[in-house]
């Protein structure tokens, strides 16, 4: 039953590098979406995605890319490191968004710093 | 835009405590309403909904009513326990792909 899984769950890297983080569902749903979570700012959608080769950006995007070649997986590259991208990453999913009462699953989150 | 507003924490309350989180929310149409909650080191989890106004959404012990003359969606618990512990957030969704979630409130429970 393992739902949304993230990888790594910790990263460092310094200013500059480039990283993936991985986000992968069993669950079917065809919404996946990832957001950052920072301390006083609740969290705010990077980029997010309705269906495989569909993505669309969310209210911070810029620094970061998605592709969704598969209903399962959803990666997060960013794509030169800077330290305003310490933080920590969530990956969620859900049924269709036209469904309003479906919520959202989260992975237990990546813990991103950048030094 | 839409938005969020939740009570700042930290809330520090003693077990059994009667326990009320604020939320109000700024919305264009009819939002779904939604309280999650993040125990440490997990993802956040949902803990209730409420789809339209005057719906009440409830579980294990916590309940949050949908006001939309106040446009409020306050949570609430009896007696809590140590074991509620989290930090809670408040969200809405009004039917695209996005879900908008407050800064988030961190409950302590005592023993």
């Known amino acids: 039953n393992a739902g949304v899984t993230q990888t790594p769950k910790f990263q460092v890297l310094k200013t500059g590098q480039s990283m993936t983080l991985q986000c992968a569902q069993d669950?079917?749903?065809?919404?996946m979406s990832w957001y950052r979570q920072d301390p006083g700012m609740g969290l705010r959608l990077i980029h997010y995605s309705v269906g495989a080769g569909i993505t669309d950006q969310g209210e911070v995007p810029n620094g970061y890319n998605v592709s969704r070649s598969t209903t399962e997986d959803f990666p997060l590259r960013l794509l030169s490191a800077a330290p305003s991208q310490t933080s920590v990453y969530f990956c969620?999913?859900?049924?269709?968004?036209?469904?309003?009462?479906?919520?959202?699953?989260f992975g237990n989150g990546t813990r991103l710093t950048v030094t | 835009g839409d938005s969020v507003t939740q009570m700042e924490g930290p809330v520090t309350l003693s077990e059994e405590a009667f326990l009320t989180i604020n939320c109000t929310y700024t919305?264009?149409?009819?939002?779904?309403l939604f309280w999650y909650v993040q125990y440490p080191g997990e993802g956040l989890q949902l803990l209730l909904k409420?789809?339209?106004?005057?719906d009440k959404g409830s579980n294990k012990g916590f309940e949050a009513t949908y006001r939309k003359e106040t446009t409020s969606f306050h949570l609430e618990k009896g007696s809590v326990q140590v074991s509620d512990s989290a930090v809670y957030f408040c969200a809405l969704e009004t039917g695209g792909f996005k879900t908008i979630f407050g800064a988030g409130t961190r409950l302590f429970v005592k023993a």
């Open positions: 409420a789809t339209k106004a005057d």
């Open positions: 669950m079917n749903h065809e919404y």
């Open positions: 969620a999913s859900s049924y269709p968004r036209g469904e309003r009462n479906s919520p959202l699953h």
């Open positions: 919305a264009t149409g009819y939002p779904s």
